[in-house]
């Protein structure tokens, strides 16, 4: 029996006995044979499946239900495709863009500025706009200024206005200021003129300026003291005529706390076309 048993065993296994295998050996392959059928059982006795490429970009795994037994289920791996997302640009800072774009008809005309957009001025210090144009600058009707310093010594009409827009735009230069959280803050600004907000006149005038009256029909204003030399000039701007107004404002007149503000310069030419220029500054 045992003779016969060792001859099947060889004879299955493609073996021929020739005294060199002994009985224990037969046992230990006869053992590795019926571990590797239970192995088979257990898993259902399947591979896995080879699944088709999936193009999407989400990990999905995927629970098996075709094998014999319904019951069991597993969690399968499978390759996937995916798509590398194209990394975004970073959001575009919105702190010197206008609001007032629909009505900015020649906000090329401001030559420089101090600070200059994005820079820092302290307190005690002083804001200063330079506009370029064939008929300079303008001024509210009226004003009087000192013929030495440029100081406003009689504000002029300061309630006259363009007509343009909703909320319009005043002859007198002025600026509007939003305290910002961050120097990136995207709009809208609760100060800005289009929203409202409060004009801040300057203290100082000089240099060629004509009343507001939409067409320099009276040339510019007599006794007005020359401008300083311009700071900062905007990108290379050369303006539109070599004829310069220049305003002035006092930080401490303005009464901000220290942090970031966005700057709204709304002014005219001579001749009445309305120049808007936006800026964030740091006090």
């Known amino acids: 029996m045992r003779h016969n048993m060792k001859n099947k065993i060889s004879n299955f296994l493609g073996l021929k006995l020739k005294g060199g295998l002994g009985t224990g050996t ?32 989400a990990v999905t795994p995927k629970l098996e239900t075709t094998y014999p037994d319904p019951g069991k289920k597993r969690l399968q791996l499978y390759t996937f495709g995916y798509t590398t997302a194209a990394p975004t640009a970073p959001p575009v800072p919105q702190g010197n863009l206008c609001a007032g774009d629909a009505f900015n008809e020649e906000p090329d005309i401001f030559r420089g500025s101090v600070p200059p957009a994005g820079g820092v001025v302290t307190a005690g210090g002083q804001i200063k706009v330079w506009i370029d144009d064939g008929n300079g600058g303008s001024m509210a009707p009226g004003e009087k200024v000192d013929p ?9 009409d300061r309630t006259s206005s363009d007509g343009k827009g909703a909320n ?3 002859w007198e230069p002025a600026i509007y200021l939003t305290k910002l959280t961050s120097p990136s803050q995207p709009g809208p600004y609760s100060g800005d003129a289009e929203n409202g907000g409060t004009p801040n006149f300057p203290i100082a005038i000089k240099g060629e300026v004509s009343y507001g009256d939409g067409g320099n029909k009276n040339g510019f204003v007599k006794g007005l003291p020359p401008i ?11 303006g539109h005529g070599g004829s310069i107004g ?7 007149s303005l009464g901000l706390s220290t942090g970031y503000y966005r700057v709204q310069i709304v002014t005219h030419d001579g001749d009445g076309d309305l120049a808007i220029d936006c800026s964030t500054i740091q006090i």
């Open 26 to 57: 037969l046992y230990l392959i006869l053992l590795m044979i019926l571990i590797g059928f239970a192995g088979i059982q257990l898993t259902n006795g399947l591979v896995p499946t080879r699944l088709p490429k999936n193009t999407g970009t």
């Open 148 to 156: 030495t310093t440029g100081r406003i010594t009689t504000p002029g």
């Open 246 to 252: 220049q305003y002035i404002w006092d930080v401490n």
């Open 228 to 238: 300083d030399p311009v700071e900062n000039i905007r990108g290379g701007r050369s």
């Open 168 to 170: 319009y735009y005043l």
